[in-house]
């Protein structure tokens, strides 16, 4: 190692400090990312040595399945509620952000529910959506001064509703403090300026600030479409998919495929196609962002 140059010891550390996780990366990333493109070509019960394959069918199935298409609007609920997460989270940043009085206890209160375990955020709602004894009922019968017995849960018109808002309550928070930090990134001189100039807050955020920070909302929509399309632990604690299948999200259905009906082939080639659904969506996303930058 002495006798070798600056160049070469240069060198041989950083091939030194890349060889881990490059292995690393290629062990857990790369590897199974091949092996599932090649199961979505292959029949598979996960079990027994047989391998059958069947080229494209296992993709053709998917593609013809109205079932699959339709539990996509369950994802899109998500994605609602989380353009609502981002636009709560920006405007608690915004006023946050000012000299209001006790502004650092706030971001504590609305920072605290990313922190907790996401199993006991979803056993506290489960309480509290529950029909019978549930607080969210009890709460809306004082108001209302008469008896109400909604089943969050239990309704295919609103389960999916519910479940968006837990993950809201969870996650807004996050994007605050992202937010936050980016507010806190613009310069005073060009928001001092645009006071003097007689700017209205309204046209300073239209004119300063949303464009200062336009590619940390496309970090947090990035996030949001992803955790959307990728919807699971939610679903899967809270109501495992029902009422008949209501609330029941792509990844869950593909969870189900793998170890309920032990089609692996099958779900292979749905976690391919949802791959290639994120890259579509997020390039249009990156397109339009990048429109509205320029």
Known sequence: MFNLSYKQQKTA???GFLLVPLALLAAFGVYPALELIRLSFASWNGFTADLKWVGLDNYREVLQSPELFKIFGHNA???????MQNAAG????IVLGSRLRGRNAYRVILFLPYILNGTAVAFMFKYMYQTEIGSLNALLSAISFRDVSISWLGNPAIVNHALGFVGLWKFMGFNMVVYLAALQSIPTDMTEAARIDGASRLQMLRHITLPSIVRIIELNLFL???????????PFLLT???????SETF???TVATAFKFSHFGLASAMSVILIVLVVLVLSLQRMIMRRWDE
């Open 90 to 93: 920006l405007m608690f940043a």
């Open 224 to 234: 949001t479409i992803i955790g959307a399309l990728e919807a699971f632990e939610l």
């Open 240 to 246: 495992g998919g029902g009422p008949l299948g209501a």
């Open 13 to 15: 550390i950083v091939i």
């Open 251 to 253: 990844v869950t259905h």
């Open 77 to 83: 609920v998500y994605l609602l509620w989380g353009l």
